[in-house]
């Protein structure tokens, strides 16, 4: 749906307004011949001292198209975490909805694959030190001449083998997300440690937990243990008629709203707009990025949102409250020149929003008309003996 956006506001070009549909062309040109209705009222001063009384002016409307649609989260910036490693879930330390940092733990888990990690760590460990304990020993026995150099040979090649079976233990329990601190310690002590610790990849809010103490969890299955989101930004996903795609494209400001929150804008971005229309609805997919800092949105939310696609200047604009809709439907203004004898005009009007009506034709920049009270008026009329 293509609408206006007025000085302070959004303006439909779809209006819900009474009244005959209204050409682009004549909206642009702000006139459309009608014949006004030369009915007046007369007040006293002190009548008159309670209406409030401007003067019809020009204002530049911008073109935008709405849709409606949902908010969703940021699929790139949600992660689903898993562990790499099967076993059994011992603890939990995040709930749905709490707000964790990167690299919080989530969760912890009894491995299997970690406790024999460590087991090959420590044999290893042990190896190296054997080794490295009879490579001095051949050494020293060659110096005081009871051994042979080929011993020495075969002694260095036995202790480098330890070591390098030594790092690959090291580096393969590291993985585990094991600190150098951590496996020092338990080399030293002789006594492993098969809880995996979980942590958040990301700073976010955890929108879905499936982990529970003693749930056996393999990698990758789904469902993910845990689900963490940044919702610093979010997605909106609409189905645009196809009418509009023309005017459509990556990087057009964007304004939300939803329900939940009324009158207020969410700002953002188109991100992406569809290459296809679906057959069915005529309508095509447009994904804005919406800045949320506050995390006020939430996924599933239903949203409206409008994006800029032109402008139209000089528009002759009123304030809503000075458009009176008769009883036979025609819509009208009371025009003064001396604040005392007033006017009603029959008016055709065009675009709209809340606070602002475009006048096409019935009013004049410059001219005066009851801005509040304009209902007053017209009761007054009509319960007069000629109305």
Known sequence: MLCLLGVGGWFLLRSGAPGPAVSEKAARQGRMPVGPAKVAVELTENQASALRIAQVGRTDFELVTQSVGNIDFNQNMLVQVFTPYQGRIVSTAANVG??????????????????????????????????????????????GGGGAQKDVDQATSDEQAAEGALRAARDTVRLFGKTDEEIDRMIAERRVDPILVVRSPIAGTVTQRTAAPGLFIQPGNAPAPF???????????????????????????????????????FDGEVAVVGASVDMQTRRFMVRSEIKDPDGLLRAGMFATFAIKVGEMAGIVAVPDAAVVREGDGTMTLWVTSDRRRFEKRTVK?????????????????????VTEGAVFLSNKLAASPAG
């Open 98 to 143: 709490d707000r964790v940092l990167r690299g919080q733990l989530l969760f912890t888990v009894d491995s299997p694959d970690l406790l024999q990690a460590e087991n090959t760590l420590i044999a290893a460990a042990g190896v190296a030190v054997l080794q490295a304990r009879t490579l001095k020993r051949v050494i020293e026995n060659l110096r």
């Open 227 to 265: 689900t963490v989101a940044d919702t610093s930004t979010m997605w909106m996903v609409a189905n645009v008629v196809e009418a509009d795609s023309a005017a459509l494209h990556v990087g057009q400001p964007v304004k939300v709203q939803v329900a939940a929150f009324p009158g207020r804008d």
């Open 349 to 369: 009007i065009g675009l709209r929003r809340k606070g602002f009506v475009q006048v096409l034709d019935g009013a004049a920049p410059g001219e005066m008309i």
